[in-house]
């Protein structure tokens, strides 16, 4: 057994040449993308669909950015990043359960850098310029491009408030910046698609869900898994 069939509990040749990562598992995850079981691996929980491999990387930057780097030596040529995301605000066309792909993502996933608030020198990443271009073609009525940050803290988000919008920030992850930054690395093509589960100050994710929120989220769960299952097995991903 190869170090990768250790981490990822699959052979690498069996990956498929599309891959989805998602650093959890939503209720009924693996039964809306059609899968059975996950094989658990050291580090990851992997399964094959007739069009995708679907990656369960746990959540955090080094995980997710550790897993796109394994997949250099693998057939994989597409990747999709699927999570969750909040608001910096919302707008008439953002809310909770809204689908977004970041167009741009800054990297300011460290803690410390975040807590020295070191903003000076921020690497901003991308996601593959045609894949989103095509992505966005064909699915621009249901998402919604946004400039994304990676953000090192959720506890600090209200207090750098301000500097993030000064910067056109308008939704915040933990792991896009190194996916991206990960997939140009091994000459990848990347997209990430994000549902809004929280709002800062307005609606944050300490609290209680409403019934109305609650249902947009799943909702936009739903729908998410349909865009991504359609994108895997179409032509949107050919060079």
């Not at 989805?20 to 399964?47: R, V, W």
């Not at 977004?100 to 410390?112: C, D, K, Q, R, Y």
């Not at 009525?141 to 920030?169: D, R």
Request: with cysteine; aromatic share 10%.
């Amino acid at each position: 057994m190869n170090v990768f069939e250790k981490l990822f509990g699959i052979d690498p040749q069996k990956i498929k040449k599309t891959c989805i990562l998602t650093p959890f598992l939503t209720k009924n995850l693996l039964q809306q993308f059609d899968i059975k079981k996950l094989e658990k691996g050291f580090l990851y929980k992997c399964a094959n669909t007739k069009n995708f491999t679907l990656i369960h990387t746990g959540i955090g930057t080094p995980f997710v950015g550790d897993a796109v780097l394994y997949l250099k030596d693998t057939d994989c040529q597409n990747i999709f990043f699927f999570g969750s995301c909040g608001l910096i605000e919302s707008s008439d066309n953002l809310n909770i359960g809204s689908l977004v792909t970041p167009s741009s993502s800054l990297a300011i996933e460290g803690f410390t850098q975040v807590l020295n608030q070191e903003f000076d020198s921020i690497n901003v990443t991308f996601p593959h310029k045609k894949l989103l271009e095509k992505f966005n073609k064909n699915h621009s009525k249901k998402t919604h491009n946004v400039i994304c940050a990676s953000f090192g803290s959720l506890k600090l988000e209200e207090e750098n408030l301000n500097f993030l919008k000064k910067n056109n920030v308008q939704a915040l992850d933990m792991e896009t910046s190194s996916f991206f930054h990960a997939a140009t690395k091994i000459k990848r093509r990347a997209l990430a698609l994000l549902y809004v589960t929280d709002i800062i100050k307005e609606k944050p994710f300490y609290r209680q869900y409403t019934s109305e929120d609650k249902i947009a989220v799943e909702s936009a769960i739903n729908q998410s898994v349909e865009i991504l299952k359609r994108a895997c097995g179409t032509s949107l991903l050919t060079q």
